[in-house]
């Protein structure tokens, strides 16, 4: 079992910057490939970003591209999203995710569907005002 907890959301004007980070609890963290996904009301929960086992490889969706960074610290057992330029449009309750994938799964398909994570963080409120 592994439980996850995000912090750091909050309110920012547009064009600012904010930096999610997740806390986990497992004991071999580095074993878990790593996601982030948003929700925003009325909308279906969305791929942010994913990062692989050591950090070496991270994917992000077009929408946040060039903006948003995630990243990983396998010693303090915490994956970060780092997200500048921020727009009004990325409000929404952002939740990081963990799943007990073999390299051999790992898909560009799999990796955006909320099915393959097997743990969910409580969710962290972004706001961007305009």
């Known amino acids: 079992q592994v439980q996850l907890v995000e912090s750091g959301g909050g309110l920012v004007q547009a064009g600012g910057s904010l930096r999610l980070s997740c806390a986990a609890s497992?004991?071999?963290?580095?074993?878990?490939?790593m996601g982030w996904f948003r929700q925003a009301p009325g909308k279906e929960r969305e791929f942010v970003a994913a990062i692989s086992w050591t950090g070496g490889a991270t994917w992000h969706a077009d929408s946040v591209k060039g903006r948003f960074t995630a990243s990983r610290d396998n010693a303090k057992n915490t994956v970060y999203l780092q997200m500048n330029s921020l727009k009004p449009e990325d409000t929404a309750v952002y939740y990081c995710a963990a799943a007990e994938l073999r390299p051999v799964q790992i898909t560009q398909a799999t990796m955006r569907t909320t099915r393959t994570y097997d743990y969910w963080g409580q969710g962290a409120q972004v706001t961007v005002s305009s």
């Open positions: 497992a004991r071999t963290f580095s074993s878990y490939f």
